[in-house]
Structure formats: C-alpha cells, structure tokens
C-alpha cells in the first residue's frame, strides 16, 4: 500500500449537469460555501451588481448570466477533498461538457421541480450512461410552485430510463413549501427561508411519530399528504441500493432550493456517503488503478486566456493514478518528451494556487507552450501507455471568416488556432486551392458569438462570419488509397482540410453522402476524427 492510498481515498470528483437555468451554478456556489471556500456566495443573476457567480469566470459569461466554459473547483468538507467539476448547460457548449464528464467519476444532475426533465438533461444523460457513471439527482427550485412528485420521478425514469429512489420527500412546493421529510430517520426537516448568501439557517428536525408537534408545525393538510404519500411511495418506490446506484442504474434523488441554501447540506452529506473513491481508467494496456500505480494523468481541456495580464494557456489534467509531484518528470506520450510541467496549479474559477503536490482523482492545471491537445496522456518516465481518447464531435454548423483589418493576419490566425485547440471551434482551410480562407465549425450556433466576442478582446481582431449552408461532415478515413484530387461528388459538396492537413468532406444534404461514396469505389468515410 502506498503512503498515498489514504490522500486518494478522500478525493472525490463529479461532475455537475442540467438544462441552462436549473440552477447548477446557484448549488455549486452553496456547496462551495459549506466546504469554505467562499464566504459570500455570488448572486448568479444579479448582472447589476459586480459579484458574478465563482465559476463563471469569462467575461461573456459574465455578461449574459450563462456558463459557457467548465470551471474546475475544490474544496474540503467533512474529511474529504472535492473536486466539482461545473459544466456549461447551454447545448452549444455540449461538447465541452461531454470533455468533462471524461474527467469525473460521478454526476450531479439538476432539475428544476416545474420543469422536470428537459431537452438537454436528456442529452448529457445519455453520456453519462454510456461512461456508466453513477447519476446523484438533485431537485431543486422547491421555494417556486413545483410538479406533482411522483410526476418528477417517473419523468425521470420514463425519459432518461433509469430508476429514481428518494431519499427524502418535498412537503408542498412554492409559497405551501414546508419542509423535507427524510425517509431514513423518518423525520420532518422543516423549512425556512435562509439567508440567500450564507449558511446559517434554521431547520428544525422533527421526528414523525410526533404527530400532534409536526401538525402543530407545518398544519394538519401538510402531515395528511405526508403520510398518504409515504404509504404510496412504500408501496411502490424502488429501494436503495448502492450496487445499482454505483453501476449507474438507480439515482438517489433529493429535493430542496438552491437559492434559499435549504436542503443542499443534506444533499452533500449523502452524494458523499454513496460515491466512490477515484475510479480505475482504461488504457491501451488495460485498466490503471489509482492507488498501486505511479504518476498518470490525461488532458480533457485547454482553455487559453484565462489571465488576461499574461494571455496563457492552462491545459486541465485529470490525474487517474499516483502522486503528482511538481518537481519530478514526467513522460509526454503523444509527444514523446519527458519533461518538468510548468506551473503547476490548482485552479478556482480564474483564482489560482501553484501547488507542488497533487493526487489521483485531483484536477491540475498547468501551462501549456502549445505542446498538448485534448486527449493527451502524461504519465511517469518509467512507463507508456495512452488512456483512451476523447472523440471529436462532427460540427452541424460551418461559416467562413473574414477579418476586418488584413494587416492583423499575424493576430487573426493566432487567436482562431488557439481558440480551435480548446476545441471549443474546429478549423478548415479549403482543399488545394491555395485560398487562405478559413472555414469554421460548431456543435451549437453560440460558438460563432463566442468566437467573435474572443477574437475582438483578447486578440483585438475583429471578424465578419459569412454562414454557409453545409450541415454535414466527413473524414476521409482511407486518404493514402484514395485520390482526392480526382474525388467526384455532388454538386453540394465541398472538399476542405482541417488543422493537420487531414482531408475532409462538407457536404448539404445527407443524402449526398451515400451517392459520393457510390461514384468513388473504395471510398470510407467516418463521421468521427480518429486522431
């Protein structure tokens, strides 16, 4: 056993998920006011005031209220070291989010109680399925009029198709809003309106059996509800069972409000208890075990300019084995190098300490000369293997950008190569036609805002983006066997490279697609960029 196997065994890392306006950020900054590490929560509306939410640091974000990057925060409460991983909700930064739950070893998922499951829930869901990531659901927004219950749950089971356990109970919602009851200590958490910015509140816990005290609390309408609920719930709820939970196919559920800090410390006190220790990894040379290996780690993000004074990249690695030790080398795979990594540190929204140790299950970042990309493995000079990759998303939207001032041509192709290694933007260049035209693509529309918004303020360039009408992508993957030059394809098609000079196919319709492949004998073309 390594000296270390006690520090790796209290990390714990996850992931927060949902639908833009659940209220992820609002429970993220609570959980960070418990461990803490913040003693004021920031209001996330509040646009008018200068204090922004924690973990949106960008200044877009700040501006329009949304998160559009994943902030990596990290706290202590109760023995354990946190690492919360916070995920842009909007859909056009799904990818982004999909990066970042390769990085996590369980997810929170955030339910607004009137809404239930939506589109995007559904979506990041479905990746937390495939990764079989266990899912701890959070209810929240229980101060506003919410759904029916049992509605909630099997909204949850019918739409994502996993079974809802409930570890405690709303009683009412919005104004009629009383409380929780907890189903294991069978007792009623009453509520009351905290503070919205601080920790100290008053929950008066009452045990059930007390019947006439609990009537004379929360009335005698709420206690029949209660029980009549219960008795259904008894009947018919799945029971708890942590195998599931932990093999990803039972969600613990918990309500509560965000806003009004009530129910969150009970939420945290349980996720805690459930999840597990950090996760053993799949590599090319099988699985790597946190605690009995050395050094290992892969990047899923690069963000550049998180310090407007320095204009730096900071590659986010999650360590999958070992200690990290700042002064110690470590083996590059993909490039073959082994090297010091440069500044170390542990990462608070744009908050940063330089750190010179860290351990499996920790997410560290450290400066990037422009040497790694989304995906790479790092690991200790003695070994070498690769951790599996992250696939690259197909764009479904492409425009081609112009820049306003051509003597920034220096700037423009600095800033838009930058902005493609976060992988937030991928770029084109057309196929041999000597144009130095660059074609861009994007998961979601609001990549193209956040791109100009980028270039104007952190490279002074300013674009102009020219839409185009492809919708569909393909990689070339026989392009050794296969004649490009001579490629016959429809009229709708358009024949691009991306950054490594990889040859590529737009195409408008879908249809398109099958017919170039029947024209050309031999041709294979794949959706996803293998390397």
Same mark, same amino acid.
């Given at each position: ?15 927060i ?25 920031g209001?996330?509306? %509040? ?13 877009? $974000?700040?501006?329009?209220g ?19 991983? @916070? ?18 070893? /369980? ?10 499951v939506?589109?995007?829930? &559904? ?21 506003? @009029?919410?759904?029916?219950t ?13 079974a ?11 104004k $009629? ?8 200590e069978e007792?009623?958490?009453?509520? /009351? ?12 816990r009452i045990?059930?059996?007390? $019947? ?26 799945? @029971? ?65 300019? *998180? ?6 990249r ?53 400066f ?19 951790y599996? %990759?992250?696939?690259t ?12 001032d051509?003597m920034?041509r ?7 190569e ?17 144009? $130095? ?12 805002d956040?791109?100009?918004y ?19 992508? &393909? ?17 709708? *098609?358009?024949?691009?490279? @991306?950054?490594?000079?990889?040859p590529?196919l ?6 398109s ?8 004998k ?10």
């Amino acid at each position: 056993m390594n000296d270390y196997t006690e520090e790796i065994n209290r990390r714990r890392t996850f992931a927060i998920i949902s639908h833009p306006d659940a209220g992820k950020t609002t429970l993220t900054e609570k959980f960070l006011l418990y461990g803490g590490a913040i003693n004021l929560a920031g209001s996330v509306k %509040g646009k008018a005031t200068a204090r922004h939410a924690v973990s949106d640091w960008m200044e877009i $974000e700040k501006e329009r209220g949304i998160s559009v990057t994943s902030s990596v925060l990290q706290f202590e409460y109760g023995g354990y070291c946190i690492n919360i991983l @916070d995920t842009p909700g909007h859909q056009d930064f799904s990818e982004d989010t999909y990066r970042t739950l390769m990085a996590a070893d /369980s997810a929170v998922m955030v339910i607004d109680a009137s809404k239930g499951v939506e589109a995007q829930t &559904r979506k990041l869901f479905k990746v937390c399925v495939m990764r079989k990531i266990p899912i701890f659901t959070f209810i929240n927004k229980l101060d506003r @009029d919410a759904n029916d219950t049992f509605d909630l749950l099997d909204d949850i089971e019918k739409e994502l198709g996993i079974a809802t356990c409930p570890l405690n109970w709303p009683i009412g919602s919005g104004k $009629e809003f009383k409380g929780v009851y907890d189903r294991e200590e069978e007792s009623v958490i009453s509520y /009351s309106d905290t503070e919205k910015g601080t920790k100290e509140g008053i929950a008066t816990r009452i045990p059930l059996k007390e $019947e006439a005290r609990l009537r004379g609390e929360i009335g005698d309408a709420a206690v029949d509800k209660l029980l009549e609920e219960m008795e259904l719930l008894d009947g018919a709820g799945a @029971d708890f069972d942590l195998e599931a939970v932990q093999a990803g196919n039972l969600t613990p559920v918990c309500f509560g409000s965000a806003l009004t800090n009530f129910g969150v410390e009970i939420f945290l006190k349980h996720f805690l208890k459930m999840t597990t220790t950090p996760l053993p990894r799949k590599s090319d040379k099988g699985y790597i075990d946190p605690a009995e290996n050395e050094f290992s780690a892969f990047v899923f993000k690069i963000q550049a300019n *998180m310090n407007k004074a320095h204009r730096d990249r900071i590659a986010f690695m999650r360590i999958c084995s070992g200690r990290f030790d700042a002064a110690a080398e470590v083996r590059h795979v993909q490039g073959g190098k082994v090297m010091r990594l440069s500044q170390p540190q542990q990462i608070m929204a744009d908050d940063r300490k330089i750190l010179s140790e860290a351990y499996a299950g920790d997410i560290i970042g450290v400066f990037d000369p422009g040497i790694f990309s989304i995906g790479d493995t790092l690991c200790s000079p003695k070994e070498k293997f690769q951790y599996e %990759g992250i696939p690259t998303f197909a764009p479904e939207h492409f425009a081609r950008v112009r820049q306003m001032d051509t003597m920034k041509r220096k700037q423009f192709v600095k800033g838009i190569e930058q902005i493609a290694q976060e992988g937030a933007i991928q770029i084109f260049q057309e196929f041999n036609t000597g144009l $130095e035209e660059i074609i861009v693509g994007v998961v979601g529309v609001l990549q193209f805002d956040v791109l100009k918004y980028r270039l104007e303020n952190e490279y002074n360039v300013e674009i102009r983006l020219e839409n185009l009408p492809y919708e569909h992508i &393909r990689w070339i993957e026989n392009k050794d066997e296969i004649d490009i030059e001579r490629l016959s394809g429809t009229s709708d *098609m358009k024949k691009v490279k @991306d950054m490594r000079g990889n040859p590529l196919l737009l195409f408008v319709n879908s249809w398109s697609i099958g017919m170039t492949i029947d024209r050309n004998k031999g041709l294979v073309l794949a959706e996803f960029s293998k390397n």
